[in-house]
């Protein structure tokens, strides 16, 4: 592990790290940048492996980390490097995972994610999606960057405990659906999704937050399903809806 310290915001390296906050710049690199003690203290508590560590100087996480880095600055580069509002002590950088679609093809349950563009509800879903033991997630069409900052906080630092893959190849979904049932959620249907039964093998998909599902996952659905409610309530948050249909799904497995 190599140390090195910088005091200039005008370092090449803070530069760069600068320019990782654009979602443009970040998928061109393939890196990842993560801000807050919350996050890093989480992430380093799961053998996550970084490429930079920013600290400073008294910062305990140095001891405990696994980084190649570990680079000391000041408040005013953690400030300038940094996507939030709020002080952090700690930033780092990490290498985009990739994950083969060919492994969902061995996963029970997963979810599909459908153009969800908000990126603090995707980051609940996936915290949810881990706790209630969902086996992947796939983010179909276009859906807000899964590295986004803000979604890697909402995760809870659970980002990287469950496999994710983009995609917008509907015939890789299809032939998912050869040893899967594809559950859609809708807002009109005649079955209640509290009814649903749940196969060993399924694909529960989600909307976006304003269309709902694609109409090419709707075509292709085994089933469509909606949360019947009561007290005249029209619709619930799509992250809330998610969430308790992964709870629901593991009570009836």
Same mark, same amino acid.
């Given at each position: ?6 005091? +200039? =915001? &005008? ?8 320019? @990782? &906050? ?9 890196? #990842?940048?993560?801000?807050?003690? &919350? ?18 100087k008294d910062n305990l996480f140095a001891k405990k980390a696994n980084t190649k ?5 000041? /408040?005013?580069? @953690?400030?300038?490097?940094? =996507? =939030? ?7 780092? #950088?990490?290498k985009e995972k990739t994950v083969d679609l060919k492994q969902f093809k061995n ?10 563009? /908000? !990126?603090?509800?995707?980051? =609940? ?5 881990? !706790?209630? *033991? ?14 986004? *900052? ?6 809870? &630092? ?6 994710? $893959?983009?995609? *917008? /190849? ?7 659906? +050869? ?25 529960? $998909?989600?909307? +976006? ?7 090419e996952i709707a075509d292709i659905s085994d089933i469509k399903a909606t949360f ?13 809806? $998610?969430?308790?249909?992964? !709870? ?6």
């Amino acid at each position: 592990m190599e140390t090195i310290e910088i005091t +200039s =915001t &005008q370092n090449d390296l803070i530069k760069f790290c600068v320019k @990782l &906050q654009n979602p443009k710049h970040r998928k061109k690199e393939k890196l #990842i940048l993560v801000d807050g003690n &919350q996050t890093i203290e989480g992430l380093i508590n799961d053998k996550v492996e970084f490429e930079y560590l920013f600290l400073k100087k008294d910062n305990l996480f140095a001891k405990k980390a696994n980084t190649k880095k570990i680079v000391y600055v000041t /408040d005013e580069i @953690l400030k300038k490097i940094s =996507t =939030t509002k709020s002080p952090t002590d700690s930033i780092g #950088i990490l290498k985009e995972k990739t994950v083969d679609l060919k492994q969902f093809k061995n996963l029970k349950k997963i979810a599909l994610i459908d153009g969800i563009k /908000d !990126a603090g509800n995707l980051g =609940t879903i996936i915290r949810s999606a881990v !706790a209630f *033991s969902i086996d992947g997630i796939i983010l179909f069409n276009d859906c807000v960057d899964l590295y986004n *900052s803000k979604t890697i906080r909402a995760t809870a &630092q659970n980002i990287f405990k469950i496999p994710i $893959a983009k995609t *917008s /190849d509907l015939s890789f979904v299809k032939e998912l659906k +050869s040893n899967h049932k594809l559950i859609s959620t809708v807002v009109n249907s005649k079955n209640n999704f509290m009814d649903i039964k749940l196969e060993d093998n399924f694909i529960l $998909a989600f909307g +976006s937050e304003a269309n709902g599902i694609s109409k090419e996952i709707a075509d292709i659905s085994d089933i469509k399903a909606t949360f019947f409610m009561d007290n005249n309530v029209e619709s619930l948050n799509l992250a809330v809806c $998610a969430s308790i249909a992964f !709870a629901l799904a593991k009570s009836k497995m």
